[in-house]
């Protein structure tokens, strides 16, 4: 029930039609008696650092989420960020710190290293392939390296993504080994789909994938279908998988932890959901 | 259920934690399926002007109830209003109109008439005392006189408030009949507190009651009681009455047809509302 002591979670993008959190986070909000709100605001780029600037001076702002097309943007209006969204180059999260200031963090890569955590699959010391250095493979290898991958290997159609992204890992998680070359899956103990390939039919698979081991645990990131040609392709191979939704929930958690309201599970969350 | 395609109504005052409209109008949208909510943001008063311009450049908003201590500012950001609002020197009530014009009204005062109207009490032709001519006083004269009112009696501490009252509504209701005067309330068939007096224990009555007759209708803006030592006095003499928050239920159909919105009874909204 929103009141006047209602906390609210301005959730910036546009166009907003296709927002899912608010259909995640109020229901639990309402469940868990959390006196906040997140709020869909349809905010156009060229209105968006003035609009953040106001909407945190708001006497019941408590914090933001953000997605397209303002999560590279947001960067330049923080003052405190974490490594993972400077790796990343976007943030999808924004909470007001003492003073006023802006703090942010980037949780999509987050999301896909807590799935992978919570199904057995480590990701310290191991060997990942991601496919796709955009925008979400970005916070996905963050993530991964912020979790102690051993080796990460990187492949774009441009290549200047993926060599861009090597040189922020490079600086930000030097223990990390990470190397720009083509997309084989062999040898891989992780191998990550973070391309749009999947999301229409008739889509190119990723990689090739007769040179998956069935040993390979394999992440998906697109979303419109839970089992995509790929994750298909490597089930029958007999890898474990994670779906793109899982990424979505498994984030959920940690952004709770960021705004300070008490967290659950993803289980939990994709349960109360009106997805 | 709060969704991407969820219209906003932003409800903007400072400070937020009384705000009453969310616990009315939300219940009543999820009761009508209607899909908007109203979201409380505390705006202060240095940010209000660009926070305005900004909010109504969302491609969600749909239109703002405004509050304290905003409805006379809110006047010199419309691109559009009323001669009730234009007498009341204030709104509480913006719409985006075409071409992303501003579009305000005020609708303390068309409550304020419309509970009158409800109760059968007659405005055109009637004689009429009101006692303050504050923002609230401003706003009952306007809708009383844009309702017919024949004669309005001013009376305010503050002579000026009342002169400015009376040039006001000279100017855009010249049919009215307007006098400045002390709160003599005999020979009226209507008087109206628009004082706070009745807020606090031991406040004077706003006008002498032993000069009331029966047949008068006694009206209050007073809402912290039902029953105010005023409305008390006026009901032990035999006088009809209305109670403060008439007002605020008797506006909302009001503000419901300005925004579009399928509307409904006072008396419906008062028994949804989660007050």
Redesign the interface.
Known sequence: ??????K?IAHLG???????A??IY?PYFDKAGIDA????????PA?YA??VK??F?????HGALVTMPHKVATMDLLDETSNRARVAGSANAIRLGPDGRLVGDMFDGEGFARGLARKGQAIAGSSILIVGSGGVGSAIAASLADAGARKIALYDGNEASSAGLRDRLNLYYPATEVTVGPPDPAGFDIVVNATPLGMRPGDPLPVDVSRLSPSTFVGEVVMSVAITPFLAAARDRGCAYQVGTDMLFEQIPAYLEFFDFPTTSADELRAIS?L
């Open positions: 029930m929103i009141s006047g002591t209602t609210l546009f166009p907003t039609e296709s927002f899912k608010p259909l109020n709100v997140v709020i869909p605001m349809g905010c156009r209105d003035a609009f106001l909407v001076r708001l006497s019941n702002i009106r």
